[in-house]
Nanobody, 115 residues
Framework: QVQLVESGGGLVQPGGSLRLSCAAS????????MGWYRQAPGNERELVAT???????NYADSVKGRFTISRDNAKNTVLMQMNSLKTEDTAVYYC?????????WGKGTLVTVSS
C-alpha cells in the first residue's frame, strides 16, 4: 500500500557527490520516520540516516559531516545529499518508511564509488 521509489544512484569517483531521492506514495501517515539504509556485499544492512516528520535527523558516525538528510513532507519525499564520497560508501541504498509499527522498503539504488 505504501510504495517507495528511489533514484539518484550511480557511479562517482572518490571525493565526488551524489543526491539520493525517495518518494513515498499511497496511504501515508503524517507522523512517520523515513530514512536510508545501505548494504554492501558481505556486510549487514546498516542505518545511514533517518529523519522523522517532526524532529532532528540521526546519522551513522561514518557519514556525519559528509551526508545530509532532509525531507519535504508535502511531497512525502526524503533526500540525502552525499558529499566527499569514499570507496567504502559503495553499497545498495534502501529507502525506509515507518509508521505505527509498520515498515516499508524501497527496492534500492546502487551507489558505486570508484576511481
Amino acid at each position: 500500500q505504501v510504495q517507495l521509489v528511489e533514484s539518484g544512484g550511480g557511479l562517482v569517483q572518490p571525493g565526488g557527490s551524489l543526491r539520493l531521492s525517495c518518494a513515498a506514495s499511497g496511504r501515508i501517515f503524517k507522523i512517520n520516520v523515513m530514512g536510508w539504509y545501505r548494504q554492501a556485499p558481505g556486510n549487514e544492512r546498516e542505518l545511514v540516516a533517518t529523519i522523522p516528520s517532526a524532529g532532528t535527523a540521526n546519522y551513522a558516525d561514518s557519514v556525519k559531516g559528509r551526508f545530509t538528510i532532509s525531507r519535504d513532507n508535502a511531497k512525502n519525499t526524503v533526500l540525502m545529499q552525499m558529499n566527499s564520497l569514499k570507496t567504502e560508501d559503495t553499497a545498495v541504498y534502501y529507502c525506509k518508511y515507518a509508521a505505527l509499527g509498520t515498515e516499508y522498503w524501497g527496492k534500492g539504488t546502487l551507489v558505486t564509488v570508484s576511481s
